[in-house]
């Protein structure tokens, strides 16, 4: 019964470089989202994958950021070109999809500093 | 637009005590409301989930409320204890059109700290 796992859980990287986060949803959740908490700001919402379904990337701040998820398991999300303001805690979560009444259980987060 | 609010930011307490945490919400159209808490550094763990349907639900020292009406959820903890200490967050999932219903939108979060 392992949960929603996220790697790396700290990265710190310089202004302008890529940087590459990974989410491991529980098996059999057909639902994935990522939100990103930033200090001061709560949790706010960036993208929203179910099954084989066009994602809703409505919550993605920039076109820097993009989020792909392979075989409808593993996610990545990806940030091009960092910039401070992207420095957050970035949070992924699953649920079994499906109702509007399923429970979303979150990973532990990545934590990313930007210099 | 949905805002959540939660109050207080903050709050101490000696152990022992029972204590309520306050969440807001200004749209009732929603489908469930959960409460989490979030350890330092850490993730969100969650701890109660309340379907629009329901009033209250209950897991050990620990019972949630929803009015729905009025826009209102309580997270009541029984016999405080300093591993208690830890941000309280509460999230509701709205019964919005348009498809973004999956959306959860959060409070800023109740700071705990219980005093040994």
């Known amino acids: 019964g392992a949960g929603v796992s996220q790697s790396p859980s700290n990265k710190v990287t310089e202004k302008g470089k890529d940087v590459e986060l990974r989410c491991d949803p529980i098996?059999?959740?057909?639902?994935l989202y990522w939100y990103r908490q930033s200090l001061g700001q709560g949790l706010e919402f960036l993208i929203y994958?179910?099954?084989?379904?066009?994602?809703?990337k409505s919550g993605l701040p920039s076109d820097r950021f993009s989020a792909e998820r392979t075989g409808g398991s593993v996610s990545t999300l990806t940030i091009q070109r960092t910039q401070q303001e992207d420095s957050a805690v970035y949070l992924c979560?699953?649920?079994?999809?499906?109702?509007?009444?399923?429970?979303?259980?979150f990973g532990p987060g990545t934590r990313l500093t930007v210099l | 637009k949905q805002e959540v609010t939660q109050i207080p930011a903050a709050l101490s307490v000696p152990e022992g005590e029972n204590l309520v945490l306050n969440c807001s919400f200004t749209?009732?159209?929603?489908?469930?409301l959960q409460w989490f808490r979030q350890d330092p550094g850490k993730g969100l763990t969650s701890l109660l989930l309340i379907q629009s349907s329901q009033r209250e639900q209950t897991s050990g020292r620990l019972n949630a409320s929803l009015d729905k009406s009025s826009g209102r959820s309580t997270l009541y903890i029984a016999a405080s204890q300093p591993g208690d200490s830890a941000t309280y967050l509460c999230?509701?999932?709205?019964?919005?059109?348009?498809?973004?219903?999956?959306?959860?939108?959060f409070g800023k979060g109740t700071l705990l700290t219980v005093n040994p």
């Open positions: 749209d009732s159209a929603i489908y469930n």
């Open positions: 994958f179910q099954g084989n379904s066009a994602p809703d």
């Open positions: 999230a509701v999932r709205p019964r919005g059109s348009g498809g973004s219903n999956y959306k959860l939108t």
């Open positions: 979560a699953s649920s079994p999809g499906g109702t509007q009444y399923n429970e979303q259980f």
């Open positions: 098996s059999g959740h057909t639902a």
